[in-house]
Structures are given as structure tokens and as C-alpha cells.
């Protein structure tokens, strides 16, 4: 009986530790290379896996000097941070759940990242009234809602020309009149997509 006792003791501080194991995530490259982010529990929360963020910044170039970016469902903000990392010019990162926002405004303040703007926005609230034309845009909303049924029809009004949106979700995204899938690729169960707009056949 002294034994089991002995064994539940020195175990429980074990699992009470990597219970409370933080969320981070990793910058792979440029200016804040290696530099961790924390991010909050929240439902449909998930970063994109880190090999898939290296394949993506692969295909669009690596270098994102001078580019204005827009990280639509930021989240963990990795993707929109990774490309400030990339010398973007500007990033505007939309977070609708205010937690995860306050979280991506602690990881700007630590990074110093002066070029990021941060809006507590839904999505589509945010395409309704925006002005701006982006460059690349990220998109990768919480899976099983319908979000990218609602945001890609409307998304070319706020592209520059020759802009790039990677696209990720639960399913295999096709092509259609307005979009054409450049790139794609899997890991696991999620499809991970580089799209241009159809009309613009010089980039193919």
C-alpha cells in the first residue's frame, strides 16, 4: 500500500504539467526566425502544421519584401507573422474571438511588430467595408462553417493585381470560373491550396 502511494505522488505533478503544456507555435524564417508565439484554447483553433507553413512560403517566394498581406481568420497569427518575418510590408491580421485577439496583440507588442494591424472583426464583416487591395492573402477559418463557401466569391474585389491567397480547409478545394489552383498539396487531413483569379491567365 506504501508503494502505491509512493508511485501516485511522484506521478501526479508529472501529468499535472503536461496538462498545463502551453500552445506554441514556431516562425520558421527572416527577421524573427525560431521566435515562439503563445495562442490561446479556443474552439476551431488550430495552427497550420509547420512543414505545410514552409511549403507555402516556398510557393510564394519566400521573400514577401514590399507586399501588402491580409491573414483573414489570423488565429495564431503564425501566418501573418511569418510574413512581417518575410519583410511584408504591411499585415492585416482579423480575429473575431476577442480572447485570441487580445493573444495576437500581446504576440505584435512582443515582436515589436510595428506593420501588423490587428481588428477584432468577423471575416466577412471585415470584405464588406475594406477598402484596401491586398497582395497574398491567408485564408484558413475554422473547419465544418461553410467560411470559405462565403468568403472566396467575394475575395476578388479586394486583391491586387497578380495577388496570391493560399486557401486551406477540411476538403479538397476545385477550381471554378473565378479561381484557379496553382498549387496544392495534403497533410493529414488537411488540403492546403495556392489560388490566383481565373482571369488573370499571365500568371499561369
Known amino acids: 500500500m506504501f508503494i502505491y502511494r509512493h508511485i501516485f505522488i511522484l506521478t501526479q505533478p508529472a501529468k499535472k504539467l503536461a496538462d498545463n503544456k502551453p500552445n506554441i507555435v514556431r516562425i520558421n524564417a527572416g527577421v524573427w526566425r525560431s521566435r515562439l508565439l503563445k495562442f490561446p484554447d479556443a474552439q476551431g483553433l488550430r495552427p497550420t502544421p509547420e512543414r505545410v507553413r514552409q511549403t507555402v512560403f516556398n510557393w510564394l517566394g519566400q521573400d514577401l519584401t514590399g507586399l501588402h498581406c491580409l491573414d483573414l481568420f489570423a488565429g495564431t497569427g503564425v501566418m501573418g507573422f511569418e510574413a512581417l518575418s518575410r519583410n511584408a510590408k504591411t499585415v492585416t491580421l482579423i480575429e473575431k474571438s476577442p480572447k485570441v485577439c487580445q493573444t495576437l ?29 491586398f497582395d497574398v492573402v491567408f485564408l484558413d477559418p475554422p473547419y465544418k462553417q461553410g467560411l470559405l463557401a462565403k468568403v472566396l466569391p467575394v475575395l476578388a474585389n479586394h486583391l491586387d493585381q497578380n495577388a496570391l491567397v493560399y486557401a486551406e480547409a477540411e476538403y479538397q478545394i476545385e477550381a471554378d470560373d473565378v479561381w484557379i489552383i496553382t498549387k496544392q498539396g495534403k497533410a493529414g487531413n488537411v488540403y492546403y491550396h495556392l489560388l490566383k483569379l481565373a482571369h488573370d491567365i499571365s500568371l499561369a
Open 105 to 133: 496583440k500581446a504576440n505584435q507588442i512582443l515582436l515589436k511588430a510595428l506593420n501588423a494591424s490587428i481588428l477584432q472583426l468577423d471575416a466577412l464583416v471585415f470584405l464588406s467595408s475594406n477598402k484596401q487591395l
